[in-house]
């Protein structure tokens, strides 16, 4: 099963040089090595935006190109539209992102890896399904 693992996750990848990583990255990697990884156009958008050092920025953007964005289909983009009004008449607040994270969960039946805790308030309300990272 693919499983689509979301910009916090990434971004301790790719920016944390010291000190031991998070189970999530090693989930990560993980599922790389299992050709079970997705990621969609938003999220890689997110993992680049704010890297000022253009070295930076085109090292972390080399690494990500190995991985093929899915496309995204317009039915999901509405379903993403209704998880965001359905949120906010809940008072439940969410970036545009995180919302389009979930419908592209609900729609193709993939699971979501994040260290975000705003997914578990989501969960109550979209049928998402949330993965936790393997115990090594």
Same mark, same amino acid.
């Given at each position: 099963m693919k499983v689509l693992v979301d910009t916090d996750v990434w971004s301790e990848a790719l920016r944390k040089k010291k000190g031991k990583k998070s189970t999530y990255v090693d989930e990560l990697i993980d599922l790389i090595q299992e050709g079970r990884l997705e990621i969609i156009g938003p999220i890689r958008m997110e993992v680049l935006s704010g890297i000022r050092d253009q070295e930076v920025f085109d090292a972390f953007s080399d690494k990500l190109a190995a991985f093929f964005d899915r496309l995204i289909e317009s039915e999901v983009y509405v379903l993403a539209a209704k998880f965001f009004n359905l949120s906010r008449s809940k008072g439940i607040q969410g970036s545009n992102t995180d919302f389009l994270i979930c419908a592209c969960s609900v729609y193709w039946g993939v699971p979501i %890896?994040? !260290? @975000? =805790? @705003? *997914? %578990? %308030? *989501? #969960? =109550?309300?979209? &049928? /998402?399904? %949330? /993965?936790? &990272? #393997? !115990? =090594?």
């Open positions: %890896l994040s !260290k @975000d =805790k @705003d *997914y %578990l %308030l *989501y #969960r =109550k309300h979209f &049928p /998402i399904e %949330l /993965i936790q &990272p #393997r !115990k =090594k």
